[in-house]
């Protein structure tokens, strides 16, 4: 499909719901594809939305287009100016143009992108922010001829940006990919970033995530999808995830969709704080072996093998672990209740020690870098979630607000703390 307003050839898919004034989601290929190449996959994205998919304007063959010309030159690419500003400017015409002909929301236009369609999408991100609702770049970069066009780096304030990088990449390196992440962070976006051990290649996996990445977006600016009709069975329950997404905080720009909230609650006629956690587990004696070993409190009482409490204060316990049987049933990720209880530790040479310890233990550790601190995620011997917990929001270059911003944290860089210490 063509039409002299927009351009540029495309395919849609109507949104499949009954949504006055969809938003549109627009599809930019990679190096050498066309229209097709992912809008089946994505066809399957939210139900919401109206889906465009793009051709990029320079031909090589009947099946196979580009945004732009490039070749390798010492390691990077060397890129066409003229021919990226063209593919941008086109772009641009389309998504001011489409709402009026699709007759879709001009304030909910999402891109996504993979490989040179990837760098067109941050391109326009860079560029036209107030144009945007949103960006996905699929294995794509910010590169020089793109961040020539950058607009004022205050208008990218908070922007929704999710990035994925594969970290078997040989074509953008994760190398590179961690640049375009560090390059993001220093404007401030409301950046998601993941990395995947895959190549230069979609997967179910990452555009799994970007689906449900994008459909949290829309839940805070629409109405949500009406439910698809579903056998009389048990409800499914609800996702652990639902509400991992960021919402708008004060001082947030436009681009930060505001969830509907009640009003502030009258103040208490008393005062209430968080004091403990209590806990089931299926082996006592284990559980305060464990508790005592990597998290450093101290059993205060034990009460037959049934309830222990411990404490790392003078409080009588900020743990109470309760042994409900061996049989007993293991918490499912799935369902409702407690995600972790956190602990948190003074510095960041605490943090490594921590890690340290823990790993070389055989206990596997998640860490991410959440802006607002350092988190290290793993399992107690019955599955229960603990995190431990470094604050960095006094930091130069960190923030007071998370904003759903998590960066992977690599065991080198923790442990690299350590080798400069006197007692580690």
Same mark, same amino acid.
């Given at each position: 499909m063509q039409t002299a307003e927009l351009i540029?050839?495309?395919? /849609?898919?109507?949104p499949k719901t009954g949504i006055d004034k969809p938003p549109l989601l627009i599809l930019l290929h990679g190096q050498r594809g066309s229209e097709t190449d992912f809008f089946e996959p994505a066809s399957k994205f939210d139900d919401r939305l109206f889906i465009a998919s793009l051709r990029a304007p320079f031909s090589i063959s009947a099946k196979s287009h580009v945004w732009f010309h490039s070749e390798p030159a010492r390691g990077d690419l060397l890129i066409s100016p003229a021919h990226i500003e063209?593919?941008?400017?086109?772009?641009s015409?389309?998504?001011?143009?489409?709402?009026?002909?699709?007759?879709?929301?001009p304030t909910q236009v999402y891109l996504m992108g993979f490989d040179q369609g990837a760098i067109m999408s941050l391109g326009m991100m860079l560029s036209e922010p107030q144009s945007l609702a949103g960006v996905i770049s699929l294995s794509g970069l910010v /590169?020089?001829?793109?961040?020539?066009?950058?607009?004022?780096?205050?208008?990218l304030k908070n922007f929704p940006v999710m990035v994925t990088q594969g970290t078997f990449d040989e074509v953008y390196t994760p190398a590179q990919g961690r640049a375009t992440?560090?390059?993001l962070l220093s404007l401030v976006v409301m950046l998601n970033y993941r990395e995947y051990p895959i190549g230069h290649h979609l997967t179910q996996e990452s555009l799994a995530d970007a689906r449900i990445w994008l459909s949290k977006r829309l839940d805070l600016a629409l109405p949500p999808a009406p439910a698809k009709p579903q056998a009389a069975t048990a409800p499914a329950p609800a996702s652990a995830s639902s509400t991992a997404e960021s919402v708008t905080v004060a001082g947030a720009t436009a681009h930060a969709i505001p969830r509907k909230t009640t009003a502030s609650p009258a103040p208490l006629p008393y005062t209430v704080r968080l004091s403990r956690v209590h806990l089931k587990v299926r082996d006592l004696e284990r559980a305060i072996t464990f508790y005592s070993r990597f998290l450093g409190l101290r059993l205060v009482e034990r009460v037959g093998n049934v309830f222990a409490f411990?404490?790392?204060?003078?409080q009588h316990h900020e743990v109470a672990l309760q042994r409900v049987g061996a049989d007993a049933p293991r918490p499912h990720p799935d369902s409702t209740g407690l995600h972790a209880a956190g602990f948190e530790v003074p510095d960041q040479v605490s943090f490594a020690r921590a890690y340290r310890l823990l790993t070389e233990a +055989?206990?596997?550790v998640k860490a991410t870098d959440q802006i607002i601190g350092w988190v290290m995620q793993f399992n107690d011997p019955d599955g229960n979630g603990i995190e431990i917990h470094w *604050?960095?929001?006094?930091?130069? +270059?960190?923030? *007071?607000?998370?904003? +759903?911003?998590?960066?992977?944290?690599?065991?080198?860089?923790?442990?690299?703390i350590l080798r400069g210490t006197q007692k580690s």
């Open positions: 540029l050839q495309h395919i /849609v898919r109507p063209y593919s941008r400017q086109r772009i015409k389309f998504i001011q143009k489409a709402p009026a002909l699709f007759d879709t929301d /590169v020089p001829e793109v961040k020539a066009v950058l607009t004022q780096p205050e208008r992440r560090d390059f411990m404490t790392s204060s003078s +055989g206990i596997k *604050d960095t929001r006094n930091l130069p +270059g960190k923030a *007071d607000f998370w904003q +759903g911003r998590e960066l992977p944290l690599e065991p080198d860089r923790i442990l690299e």
